[in-house]
């Protein structure tokens, strides 16, 4: 007969459940508060932009501060998005329905013209390198179609008023805005007439400070 104590496999140790001893328990808490500490004061807040350069070895090697974006690019770009389908990225317009912007006494003129028509478009008949175009140009400083904002135009003009065969001076942000708050009782498009009755130079020139830093 095969009693328990003669059965070896009684002798083998068995499974049983066994609670989580205390220490462990404590250590792991200690752990989490560590670990939720150490997060809380090194994730950056897990923001996106914060990094440590010296630990990043791939990529385009660090250059040191990055440069101010260039106007003329930013320009280029709003310009492509906004004026292009009508202009024409080369400047050129098309004929008889948009005027070229190239070589146009409109863009490389009056800065005091320039800026007013961005802010409040053009209705009617107007010349521009001695044809007579008669359609629409949007008010792009009251917002249509879209709202442009004032260094959005500067930007804008500044590129038009350099790019292709023109070689006029930038467009600072404050002479846009400057405009934007002289013409802000304005709410129909200028006539031909009405642009020319415009002083070429402004008579609400900017800050001194902005106009000598651009
Ligand atoms: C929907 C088409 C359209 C878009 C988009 C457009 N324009 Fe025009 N623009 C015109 C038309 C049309 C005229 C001529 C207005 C007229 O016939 O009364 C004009 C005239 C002008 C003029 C004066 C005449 C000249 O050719 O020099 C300037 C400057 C100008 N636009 C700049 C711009 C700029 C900068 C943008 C982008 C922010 C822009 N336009 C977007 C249609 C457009």
Redesign the pocket.
């Known amino acids: 007969m095969i009693t328990p104590e003669s059965n070896p496999q009684s002798q083998l140790p068995s499974e049983r459940h066994a609670p989580i001893p205390g220490w462990l328990l404590g250590f792991g808490v200690i752990l989490s508060f560590w670990a939720g500490g150490y997060l809380f004061f090194y994730s950056g807040g897990f923001r996106g932009d914060v990094y440590d350069p010296g630990q990043i070895t791939w990529g385009p090697v660090n250059t040191g501060p990055v440069a101010p974006p260039d106007p003329k690019a930013i320009g280029k770009r ?2 492509t998005a ?2 292009a ?3 024409q990225s080369n400047g050129h ?1 098309q004929a008889g ?5 190239d070589n ?4 490389v003129g009056s800065k005091n013209r ?1 800026i007013s ?2 802010h409040k478009g ?5 010349h ?1 390198s001695g044809l007579l ?6 008010a ?1 400083g009251d917002g249509a179609p879209i709202m ?1 904002k004032d260094e959005q ?1 500067s930007a ?2 500044t590129y ?1 008023r350099s790019e292709w065969g023109n070689k006029a001076s930038p467009v600072s942000t404050e002479e846009v805005a400057a405009k934007r708050k002289e013409l802000s009782a304005i709410t129909s498009p200028w006539s031909e007439s009405g642009l020319l009755a415009i002083p070429d130079e402004s008579t609400t020139p900017p800050a001194p400070a902005s106009a000598t830093k651009k």
């Open positions: 709003l310009f906004n004026c389908q009508c202009h317009g329905v948009y005027p070229p912007l146009s006494e409109w863009v320039l028509i961005l053009i209705a009617g008949p107007i521009v175009y008669n359609n629409n140009m949007p792009w442009l135009i804008i003009l038009i």
